[in-house]
């Protein structure tokens, strides 16, 4: 039997203990029938974690080679010594910055991606298919500055990198119906179904191109968004729509001619297919149409051999119910017993303006916290790890395609922190719950937590509410950390000794609390 522990926590509001006072419950969990009991229970176990990660898209190509502020930003992100980040995305970019406006691609300029195909070898006289299959036409040195920092942040000392995850917005320009890495017309899609196995060509020789450059590539996501209109005047980035069949045949060739691939060649290409990067999971919004791609999916074989669910969630309200009714939802459509796994792979607080403090940083750990509880994510991805937008887009801030070294970490990147450099690959989420509760869980003061298999035990604590409270904890435990992100602090260590029975969850806070 696993040993059950517990934390037990009093908030000491007033109006709170006068509600609530005479009426306390013992159970094993909560023996001495404490108010406002915060207990977890490692007995009920959920999602085994697998990382955490942020997107190189699109600002890792303005990051001047071999420079100081590419040490810094990588260190920054992918090192022991910084936010420990261990999924990488990077972007298999359709070739846009090879187009100018002359050609009615108003991409702005830092949305521009480059291609590791090289165009300038396409050969008319051959097949799309021909061509593409040609892997003596493809170079890292087509996205230079992109691959050269995403090396950089894979071989430097105390490299965090475990997984990385390539995506891909549009299929080459060259591929396209358009001739342009997004459509002539709102919700047609731009790629031609003769055009397919082409596609998936494409991909494998862009994964075997950084894959011999030292890149340790684990995951292929070739649909990215597919319900948005992706076309039409004032298209701003590469887009590529799809209908959910569409989509899902697009993802099945690929499968097939990785599967073809493997059968001939002496190196495996030893990778897993994400799919299918849905622009929203919010079931409740009809145009996210995110459960009608995992219904036509659902219908190929190779539906069994993903890994997993791949989903977005921009300016995503506080939402239970949604992540809720999207689970549920899939699970109906699904064959009884099988257990999907959803890793929640790009998210934006999407306000204008720089916010660097709390509200933001808070805001992050509770859509964090949401998607962990609610949704069962595995892993959890920001959007653009590194931002010079005045937008509410970045963990770090830096001027794109300067060498400057003046680095602007706002409070979200240590927010973020509170989970990356404590729960880690292969930890599980266990049952964290309020017992003799006054108030609904999960309002002020929400938290998940998470088992070690060394036996220790974390819990992060969000409080997005300006009060602090008073915490009492009982337990077995010997040794107590605890970190904290908050106005003052930056993923501080506050207190690292004795366990101790009394602590504080300051407003407007992540707190960590490590125990052992």
């Known amino acids: 039997m696993k040993k059950i522990k517990f934390l037990s926590a009093i908030l000491l509001l007033a109006a709170v203990i006068g509600a609530a006072a005479g009426c306390a419950q013992t159970s094993g969990l909560n023996p001495n029938g404490l108010e406002n009991c915060l207990a977890v229970d490692t007995s009920v176990q959920y999602q085994t974690m697998t990382g955490w990660g ?37 972007n298999i970019g359709g070739g846009s ?90 919700y047609d899609s731009n790629l031609p179904e003769e055009n397919y196995e082409a596609f998936a ?10 894959i011999a450059a030292g890149i340790p590539v ?43 691939y493997n059968t001939a060649a002496s190196a495996k290409l030893n990778v897993k297919i994400s799919a299918v990067e849905s622009g929203n999971y919010t079931s409740y919004d009809v145009k996210s149409r995110a459960v009608e791609y995992i219904y036509e999916l659902a219908k190929y074989p190779c539906f069994y051999e993903l890994d997993g669910f791949s989903v977005h969630a921009y300016g995503e309200p506080q939402s239970k119910e949604a992540r809720l009714s999207y689970v549920t939802r899939i699970q109906n459509i699904l064959p009884e017993g099988y257990t999907p796994s959803y890793d929640m792979t790009e998210v934006c607080h999407m306000e204008g303006g720089v916010d660097a403090g709390m509200d933001s940083a808070t805001y992050v750990a509770k859509v964090i916290d949401k998607d962990l509880q609610y949704l069962g994510a595995r892993s959890w991805t920001w959007w653009i790890a590194v931002s010079d937008y005045d937008y509410n887009d970045g963990l770090l801030y830096w001027d794109y395609y300067s060498d400057s070294t003046d680095i602007t970490a706002v409070k979200r990147y240590y927010a973020m922190m509170q989970y990356t450099k ?3 690959t292969g930890d599980i989420r266990v049952d964290l719950q309020w017992l003799n509760a006054s108030s609904a869980y999960g309002e002020a003061l929400s938290g998940t937590a998470f088992l070690s298999k060394d036996g220790t035990v974390t819990v992060v604590l969000v409080n997005d509410s300006d009060s602090s409270y008073p915490v009492n904890i009982a337990g077995g435990y010997t040794n107590m950390t605890i970190v904290t992100t908050d106005e ?27 125990l052992k």
């Open 488 to 514: 003052n602090n930056s993923c501080s260590t506050t207190y690292d000794g004795a366990f101790k029975s009394s602590i504080a969850v300051g407003g407007k806070s992540v707190t960590t609390v490590i």
């Open 218 to 260: 684990t995951t292929i996501s070739p649909v990215n968004e597919p319900q948005h209109k992706w076309g039409g005047d004032g298209s701003t980035q590469e887009g590529c729509h799809y209908e959910p069949a569409e989509a899902a045949k697009v993802v099945n060739t690929l499968y097939n001619k990785i599967e073809e």
């Open 201 to 210: 060509a494409y991909m494998i020789n862009c994964m075997r191109t950084l």
């Open 54 to 90: 942020a997107s190189s898209a699109w600002w890792s190509q303005t990051v001047p080679t071999d420079s100081a502020a590419q040490q810094q930003l990588a260190s920054a992100l992918y090192s022991e010594s910084g936010l420990g980040l261990t999924i990488y995305r990077y």
């Open 97 to 186: 910055a090879e187009l100018g406006e002359e050609d009615g691609v108003y991409y702005v300029q830092e949305r521009k991606a480059y291609s590791l195909f090289d165009s300038s070898k396409y050969d008319e006289s051959k097949t799309p298919l021909e061509n593409f299959s040609d892997i003596t036409k493809y170079s890292v040195e087509g996205d230079k500055n992109a691959v050269e920092f995403m090396q950089k942040c894979v071989t430097q000392p105390g490299s965090t990198v475990e997984k990385v995850v390539v995506f891909v917005n549009s299929p080459h320009y060259l591929l396209t119906a358009s001739g342009k890495t997004h459509g002539t017309n709102e």
């Open 422 to 424: 404590f729960v880690k």
